[in-house]
């Protein structure tokens, strides 16, 4: 059974960091394309970036390109997403997703603010 766990989000100021994790279990990290996704209130969920399976390739939307990073760790099992430069539109809940053996599979979701 696939389960993703996302973990670090939180409260911070324009300007400020958070690193957001995402620990996945009955799959391996390294073999899958995992994504984050983030839904603000109100608003459609939406894609914000993704490592490729095939050779860990990041992809950013452009709205957080050159502010996020994505990354794994084999070791730990872990997708993670370092969210710099935050603005207020940043605000939402950020989910981790991954599409295997024919199914999408969502994290359980993690709340991000951004506001003074």
């Known amino acids: 059974q696939v389960t993703l766990v996302e973990s670090g989000g939180g409260s911070v100021q324009p300007g400020g960091s958070l690193r957001l994790s995402c620990v996945a279990s009955?799959?391996?990290?390294?073999?899958?394309?995992i994504g984050w996704f983030r839904q603000a209130p109100g608003k459609e969920r939406e894609g914000v970036s993704c490592?490729?399976?095939?050779?860990?390739?990041?992809h950013y939307e452009d709205f957080v390109r050159g502010r996020f990073t994505i990354s794994r760790d084999k070791a730990f099992n872990t997708v993670y997403l370092e969210m710099n430069s935050l603005k207020p539109e940043d605000t939402g809940v950020y989910y981790c997703?991954?599409?295997?053996?024919?199914?999408?599979?969502w994290g359980q979701g993690i709340q991000v603010t951004v506001s003074s």
């Open positions: 490592i490729s399976a095939t050779d860990g390739t990041p």
């Open positions: 997703h991954v599409a295997w053996e024919w199914s999408n599979y």
């Open positions: 009955g799959l391996s990290v390294d073999f899958t394309t």
